[in-house]
T-cell receptor, first 114, second 111 residues
Framework: DTEVTQTPKHLVMGMTNKKSLKCEQHMGHRAMYWYKQKAKKPPELMFVYSYEKLSINESVPSRFSPECPNSSLLNLHLHALQPEDSALYLC?????????????FGPGTRLTVT | QKEVEQNSGPLSVPEGAIASLNCTYSDRGSQSFFWYRQYSGKSPELIMSIYSNGDKEDGRFTAQLNKASQYVSLLIRDSQPSDSATYLCAVLEGGYQKVTFGTGTKLQVIP
């Protein structure tokens, strides 16, 4: 299995809702990432997990809460989002023992906050 | 703030020509460099990595690195309409803590 999967593909949520994004990989990668990408912009790093521990939080607002239940799974819990949080949320993983530039991306979750 | 800069384009080339995409970076401590391709509405896909000065070839793609000039480039030979996409340059910062992406260059290959 050489892919990263993400669910759901699309999500529409109100500003008072709580929802979660899910990411899964079975490549044995020990680093996993969450990115946010707005239209015509590059991916913007949010969080990095290395060996299931949060190693980087790029000053992301607390309404985004990451979780890494095991080495294959990564979740992003969403609560009280704002319309400007609407974006494509990408999960990625990489081989090796730490952060790497050789990242494998999932297809993304397109989030719309109403 | 460590920066990775690319010309946003669009860069238009005729089918069969060589497309040349350029990237400069600010962090002199960076050692690892990557090119990703992103089709419209899709996620980025890694196409090349380069770690040493010089050229690295993979099929129709050649990555070039000049650390002294802090410059990375990607050449696509025999460009095809299917190469039309945004190409993102990515740099692993010194200290291996984070990958910074450039803003991307949109390539259009005209049949």
């Amino acid at each position: 299995d050489t892919e990263v999967t993400q669910t759901p593909k699309h999500l529409v949520m109100g500003m008072t809702n709580k929802k979660s994004l899910k990411c899964e990989q079975h490549m044995g990668h020990r680093a996993m990432y969450w990115y946010k990408q707005k239209a015509k912009k590059p991916p913007e790093l949010m969080f990095v997990y290395s060996y299931e521990k949060l190693s980087i939080n790029e000053s992301v607002p607390s309404r985004f809460s990451p979780e890494c239940p095991n080495s294959s799974l990564l979740n992003l819990h969403l609560h009280a989002l704002q319309p400007e949080d609407s974006a494509l949320y990408l999960c990625a993983s990489s081989p090796g023992t730490g952060v790497s530039g050789e990242q494998y991306f999932g297809p993304g979750t397109r989030l719309t906050v109403t | 703030q460590k920066e990775v800069e690319q010309n946003s384009g669009p860069l238009s080339v005729p089918e069969g020509a060589i497309a040349s995409l350029n990237c400069t970076y600010s962090d002199r401590g960076s050692q690892s460099f990557f090119w990703y391709r992103q089709y419209s509405g899709k996620s980025p896909e890694l196409i090349m990595s380069i770690y040493s000065n010089g050229d690295k070839e993979d099929g129709r793609f050649t990555a070039q690195l000049n650390k002294a000039s802090q410059y990375v480039s990607l050449l696509i030979r025999d460009s095809q309409p299917s190469d039309s996409a945004t190409y993102l340059c990515a740099v692993l910062e010194g200290g291996y803590q984070k990958v910074t992406f450039g803003t991307g260059t949109k390539l259009q290959v005209i049949p």
